[in-house]
């Protein structure tokens, strides 16, 4: 896992998601990223590989 400083605004956001990545976690086994990468507000705050990190970053601290 790639360690990733996010500012308050992009943690705040990936927080936000934290539920909803979750879910997809537990009924799939995996997280559509790409799919939560939508949006003006999000693509706005993050590069890709930036949200990929994030998203990684709470599937990891979740799941270890």
Not at 13 to 42: P, R
Request: charged share 20%.
């Amino acid at each position: 896992m790639k360690n990733i400083n996010l500012t308050t605004e992009q943690y705040n956001v990936i927080n936000s998601l934290e539920s909803e990545i979750m879910y997809q976690l537990e009924m799939f086994g995996d997280v559509d990223v790409e799919g939560l990468y939508e949006g003006d507000y999000i693509t706005e705050l993050f590069m890709p590989n930036e949200f990929f990190y994030a998203v990684e970053g709470i599937a990891f601290r979740t799941y270890g």
